[in-house]
């Protein structure tokens, strides 16, 4: 963690890009106030130990940081998969307006029981851009909320264990979006 009030808005990004390439593997930077009403920057990596000083020359060298601290904890990470649906969107008007597979990321807990189900946020805009080309009036939100909803449901029906579920078809998603027009 390191906090920095010498550094613009158009720098922020070029640092987290170049955070990550560097072998970070989450990088936060906060807009905070500090003493005087100056404005600054919290920039909180994210990193193993063996990357850390490496991250902290380079934070030193891009924003003239005079110092960084190593803050140490525990990370519980859950574990998780990545698993597709064909999902498809139409109305009775136009026909299929899209179709193509959509990413889930799927969270387990210890148990193995699904706790969470979200969508690739790339392939959702996709959809969301594809739809407003064809003058369908749905939002990115909608589209979202749809769709992870309906794969929730999918996805939860099964109990086999994780290496079952691997080889098993699941239906395609299909949305009417009659009314959306």
């Known amino acids: 963690m ?4 010498n ?3 158009e ?3 070029y640092l987290i890009d170049e955070l990550m390439k560097k072998g970070a593997s989450n990088v936060h930077v906060l807009p905070a106030i500090t003493k005087k009403g100056r404005n600054e920057y919290i920039f909180l990596v994210d990193t193993v130990r063996a990357h850390a000083e490496e991250l902290a020359e380079f934070l030193a060298q891009e924003t003239g940081t005079l110092g960084v601290r190593f803050l140490e904890g525990e990370h519980h990470a859950f574990e998780h998969e990545i ?3 064909d999902v498809s969107f139409g109305n009775s008007h136009r026909g299929v307006l899209w179709y193509g597979p959509i990413d889930f990321k799927i969270v387990h807990n210890i148990k193995g029981t699904i706790i969470s189900v979200r969508a690739e946020y790339e392939q959702i805009r996709e959809v969301a851009e594809e739809l407003r080309q064809k003058k ?3 939002s990115f939100y909608e589209i979202k909320e749809m769709i992870e909803q309906r794969a929730l449901m999918q996805f939860k029906n099964f109990s086999e264990p994780l290496e079952k ?3 098993r078809q699941l239906d395609p998603l299909y949305f009417s979006v009659n009314g959306y027009e």
């Open 7 to 9: 550094v613009n808005c």
């Open 83 to 85: 698993r597709q649906l």
């Open 136 to 138: 369908m009036n749905i």
């Open 2 to 5: 390191t906090n920095v009030d």
């Open 11 to 13: 720098h922020v990004p």
């Open 165 to 167: 579920k691997e080889t």
